[in-house]
């Protein structure tokens, strides 16, 4: 019987497009043969998870995690909704946005983790569970926010269940203040930051790449107005609070008011606790942004499943 190497498996693995494990197994059912461990594979249906992972998945969902100072959202995506409702699936996400708050925020770590009461890794589980729904699943992107004094606070919109739902916020609060007593303003700002999606935490957060850009629409659009160059100036600048206002979130307006600046949302929340509050950081996923999906033709593919 040949030796069961690193380097058969390793072979195998990217034949078939199973996990290692299960590679490592078939090989040592097959003693060492490739094409009967391809075979005894395709007959517990785990090579057929090769010939999915290259099928668009932009549906899914996000799983968000929280524990005191530490929060984890994930993007998980499958190519159907109808996957996203799926106990499997779900119970898949959950998990790997627990394991998430204990890893060191790299996505590759997070992959080659131990998946709990298994004996394989979470690609590994990735793959099984491709060949046990049918439908590609990919873990697309992690992230992972950390404070060394106050909490990490969450939002899901959309929820399908505790922790899962087509947008997940986090959002970092560093203050004095016990955690408890930031709760409520945490889970507010997660709210307002799902709803408003802004992409920078204050006006220094702004890359100068963006700002000369958006400078540079503004200066155009101003000088068509035939003013002066000084008026133009003066022009951009009250524009550019317009940007601010749109994409800084410390500049936007409170969406639970519709009129108080987020920043006094914050300096009045740090007097009612009686320590300053500050947002760290902010992150907000929403599902399937990004991926280019492509245009389906919904009666072709009743009839191609009709044929078979």
């Known amino acids: 019987m040949a030796e069961v190497t690193a380097a ?22 097959a003693g060492g043969d490739i094409e009967a461990a391809v075979d005894w594979l395709r007959k517990k249906g785990l090579s ?37 409702r799926n106990q499997a699936f779900q119970s ?26 298994t004996g394989r890794t979470v690609l590994e589980e990735q793959t099984h569970l491709i060949a046990t729904i049918g439908e590609n699943i990919v873990l697309r992107r992690m992230k992972r926010l950390s404070t060394e004094a106050g ?18 916020v986090l959002v970092t609060l560093a203050s004095g203040a016990p955690a408890a007593q930031l709760a409520e303003l945490g889970k507010q700002l997660a709210m307002h ?23 540079a629409v503004l200066r155009e659009q101003a000088q068509a107005s035939g003013k002066s160059d000084s008026v133009v100036e003066r022009m951009v600048e009250g524009r550019l609070r317009k940007f601010y206002e749109e994409f800084v979130l410390l500049e936007q307006i409170f969406v639970v008011d519709q009129e108080t600046k987020i920043s006094k949302v914050i300096e009045q929340a740090g007097r009612t ?15 399937g942004e990004g991926v280019e999906r492509q245009p389906t033709d919904f009666a072709a593919e009743v009839a191609a499943q009709l044929k078979h």
């Open 8 to 29: 058969l498996v390793k072979e195998l693995r990217e034949k078939t497009g199973a996990g290692m494990m299960d590679c490592k197994r078939a090989l040592g059912e």
């Open 48 to 84: 057929a998870a090769a010939k999915k992972a290259g099928r668009v998945a932009a549906e899914g969902l996000i799983g968000v995690a929280t524990r005191g100072p530490v929060g984890a959202v994930v993007e998980v995506n499958s190519e159907t909704d109808f996957v996203a």
């Open 92 to 117: 898949f996400v959950r998990t790997v946005s627990e394991l998430a708050l204990d890893g060191n925020g790299e996505i590759d770590a997070l992959k080659e983790s131990e998946f709990p009461g």
């Open 151 to 168: 909490g990490v606070f969450s939002y899901v919109h959309n929820s399908l269940g505790p922790g899962l739902g087509k947008i997940g």
């Open 193 to 215: 930051i799902a709803a408003a999606n802004p992409l920078y935490l204050d006006i220094t957060s702004v890359p100068q790449a963006a700002l000369d850009r958006e400078r």
């Open 273 to 287: 606790v009686g320590a300053p509050i500050r947002v760290e950081s902010f992150v907000r996923f929403a599902l």
